[in-house]
């Protein structure tokens, strides 16, 4: 497989559950990252992690909790959501910045919490 | 003032029209300048990066003005196929891209 592949495609969980997405790259990137996109909203980055090492959260609630074991995969652990966290959630990664840079977005996860 | 805006839109233009997308930023030590694509319910592509002396891609061209802090990408002879929402997204040193809320294309046959 290339690029960024995010599973489940789509996910439907209660507000009791626990769930989590999985995101893998293949680019041989150094960084990934985790935005939701509500409706009608820019992207918003919940996280980084550069070198496998977390390097912002931007005070995103503690019911998402993210996973980087190593510089190919990430996770997303969800538990207790609201049902305004259904949103798109994809995953992206990128090698440094500059010129020709950029993300790789995954296909994202479409999450509806009821 | 947020970090990145863009023209709010939509924009509905006819077959073959030329048409101007604007991005502003707010952070003048902004290091990089993408322009992306986002077809409906898709993930969002990159189109085209954005250099210090401008940069054309067959019917798309993108112009960076580091002064006023703001960005521009044109379509010209747009197609069908051109239709999206065209994301502004602006990047620092430290690996951060702000996305701008884009700006949904319209091509009308």
């Known amino acids: 497989e290339t690029g960024v592949t995010q599973t489940p495609r789509h996910l439907v969980m209660g507000m009791t559950n626990k769930k989590s997405l999985k995101c893998e790259q293949h680019?041989?990137?150094?960084?990934m990252y985790w935005y939701k996109q509500s409706a009608k909203k820019p992207l918003e980055l919940m996280f980084v992690?550069?070198?496998?090492?977390?390097?912002e959260n931007n005070s995103v609630p503690s019911r998402f909790s993210p996973e980087c074991p190593n510089s190919s995969h990430l996770f997303l652990h969800l538990h207790t959501l609201q049902p305004e966290d259904s949103a798109l959630y994809l995953c992206?990664?990128?090698?440094?910045?500059?010129?020709?840079?950029?993300?790789?977005f995954g296909s994202g996860t479409r999450l509806t919490v009821v | 003032r947020k970090e990145v805006e863009q023209d709010p839109g939509p924009f509905n233009v006819p077959e073959g029209a030329t048409v101007a997308f604007n991005c502003t930023y707010s952070?003048?030590?902004?290091?990089?300048f993408f322009w992306y694509r986002q077809d409906c319910r898709k993930e969002p592509k990159l189109l085209m990066s954005?250099?210090?002396s401008g940069n054309e891609d067959g019917r798309f061209t993108a112009q960076l003005n580091r002064a006023s802090q703001y960005i521009s990408l044109l379509i010209r002879d747009s197609k069908l196929s051109d239709s999206a929402t065209y994301l502004c997204?602006?990047?620092?040193?430290?690996?951060?891209?702000?996305f701008g809320p884009g700006t949904r294309l319209s091509v009308l046959p």
């Open positions: 952070n003048s030590a902004s290091q990089s």
């Open positions: 992206a990664s990128s090698q440094g910045v500059g010129p020709g840079g950029g993300y790789t």
């Open positions: 954005v250099y210090s």
């Open positions: 992690y550069s070198l496998e090492e977390r390097v």
């Open positions: 680019l041989g990137h150094n960084a």
């Open positions: 997204v602006v990047g620092d040193y430290g690996q951060n891209f702000v």
